[in-house]
């Protein structure tokens, strides 16, 4: 690895260990035995390292996020699929709390992230489309824009929700079961009411 990868390794790890705000460039340097120089040399300033990091911690997590493509029955749809697709993102929360900890330190830490906030708020709508493809099965390359902007933006709250509700107690967190079912009667109820 070069330099460039060494810093990249070295700002995950010290995200994940010590978040956005306690992280210097200092701390990146040890920990990826390279130079500050380095730093603006290969990604311009500390900050632009960090949200480069961020991503590429955040990047794996969409394989959890797909389950039932990744069982290869594509056939699922509606709340079937729903679902089993929020299982699987529930699921991960164990394995992925360091970097949901750290998505919620960029939300409640946003105005004193300014610099780093603009550029993830960049990346927050490929997180939609991302999403909005899993939950919809449309493929991601060919997703209409009005798809991302409506139902991306909707999974996205629910996601975001329920990862605070897992961090701050898993114990009593809401289940895709129960997500699906509110779901299905909330469907039902505004059927219901249109008819």
């Known amino acids: 690895m070069g330099h460039r990868e060494d810093l990249l390794e070295g700002a995950k790890r010290c995200l994940l260990e010590k978040g956005f705000v306690r992280t210097t460039a200092r701390d990146i340097v040890k920990e990826s035995g390279t130079n500050l120089a380095s730093i603006g040399y290969h990604y311009g300033s500390k900050d632009a390292l960090l949200v480069e990091g961020f991503i590429a911690l955040i990047g794996?997590?969409?394989e959890d996020f797909a389950p039932a493509r990744r069982e290869g029955d594509a056939e699922k749809r509606g709340l079937e699929r729903f679902q089993e697709v929020w299982t699987?993102?529930?699921?991960?929360v164990?394995?992925?709390r360091p970097i949901w900890?750290?998505?919620l330190e960029v939300i409640t830490q946003g105005e004193r992230l300014a610099g780093i906030r603009d550029l993830l708020v960049k990346a927050q709508g490929e997180g939609r489309s991302g999403l909005a493809a899993v939950l919809t099965g449309i493929d991601e390359s060919v997703i209409p824009d009005d798809v991302v902007e409506?139902?991306?933006?909707?999974?996205?709250?629910?996601?975001n929700g329920l990862m605070v509700q897992w961090l701050f107690d898993p114990e009593t967190a809401t289940t895709a079961e129960q997500l699906t079912e509110g779901l299905r009667r909330a469907m039902e109820r505004m059927r219901d009411e249109a008819a």
Not at 150 to 159: A, I, K, M, N
């Open 60 to 62: 794996p997590m969409a």
């Open 88 to 92: 699987g993102i529930l699921g991960s």
């Open 94 to 96: 164990p394995r992925s």
């Open 101 to 103: 900890m750290l998505i």
């Open 150 to 159: 409506t139902e991306g933006r909707l999974y996205t709250t629910l996601l």
